[in-house]
């Protein structure tokens, strides 16, 4: 079955502790995004990566880390997590990014992150 | 500042009745990519369409339709004889020319709530 797979889907931590969500998708997408869910300010989009060993940042890239060493892994990573980084997360794949013919978006089932 | 704005915060229905989503967009960009995604309950984002710029013609999806508008910078998405099934946030999203990245800002979100 063609699916992106986040996990965990629900963690909490403690302040500095650092930690990785992974993602990881088997429809061998190229393009690959996280984003942050938060009430009233719909999903903001943190990093993405158009392909192996290339990444970008998003509208809300600070306190994240990103990697793509493999096509299928985009793992988030939060060196040093602060309270306001508690959010609900999801990790997007695609074929090719947003303007291609291919461009739709397949999303995880989120990972909902809280930073005590 | 808000590149994609959802005015409607939450909208109630009874079943049967059409409902209209606002999305109004802002860019400098002539050529632009519109989309709008489903978040049912459970939490997944489901892709339901995207526009390009280039393309005014309306669309229409068995009982969802959209209407975009230049002119207004909108893109409306309209549910006709909604149901209880359609009970969720949608969100609207842009993204810009590639001289930014393929980079995608989605709108707050819109809940809607289909009452029987």
């Known amino acids: 079955e063609a699916q992106v797979t986040q996990n965990p889907r629900y963690l909490i931590t403690v302040t500095g502790k650092k930690l990785t969500v992974t993602c990881s998708q088997n429809?061998?997408?190229?393009?690959m995004s996280w984003y942050r869910q938060d009430p009233g300010l719909g999903l903001r989009q943190i990093y993405y990566?158009?392909?192996?060993?290339?990444?970008d940042k998003g509208d809300v890239p600070e306190g994240y880390k990103v990697s793509r060493k493999e096509k299928r892994n985009f793992p988030l990573i939060l060196e040093s997590p602060s309270p306001n980084q508690t959010s609900l997360y999801f990790c997007?794949?695609?074929?090719?990014?947003?303007?291609?013919?291919?461009?739709?978006?397949?999303f995880g089932e989120g990972s909902r992150l809280t930073v005590l | 500042a808000q590149k994609v704005t959802q005015a409607q915060t939450e909208i109630s229905v009874v079943e049967k009745e059409d409902v209209t989503l606002d999305c109004v967009y802002e860019?400098?960009?002539?050529?632009?990519?519109l989309f709008w995604y489903k978040q049912p309950p459970s939490g997944e984002l489901v892709f339901l369409i995207r526009?390009?710029?280039?393309?005014?013609q309306n669309e229409i999806s068995g009982r969802y339709s959209w209407n975009f508008q230049k002119s207004t910078s909108s893109f409306n998405f309209t549910i006709t004889a909604s149901q209880v099934v359609d009970s969720a946030v949608y969100f609207c999203?842009?993204?810009?020319?590639?001289?930014?990245?393929?980079?995608?800002?989605f709108g707050a979100g819109t809940t809607v709530t289909v009452r029987a």
């Open positions: 997007a794949s695609s074929l090719s990014h947003p303007w291609s013919d291919s461009g739709e978006l397949f």
């Open positions: 429809m061998n997408h190229e393009y």
């Open positions: 990566s158009m392909n192996v060993e290339v990444t």
């Open positions: 860019t400098r960009d002539t050529t632009y990519y």
């Open positions: 526009r390009n710029s280039f393309d005014e």
């Open positions: 999203a842009l993204s810009e020319a590639p001289t930014n990245d393929y980079k995608l800002s």
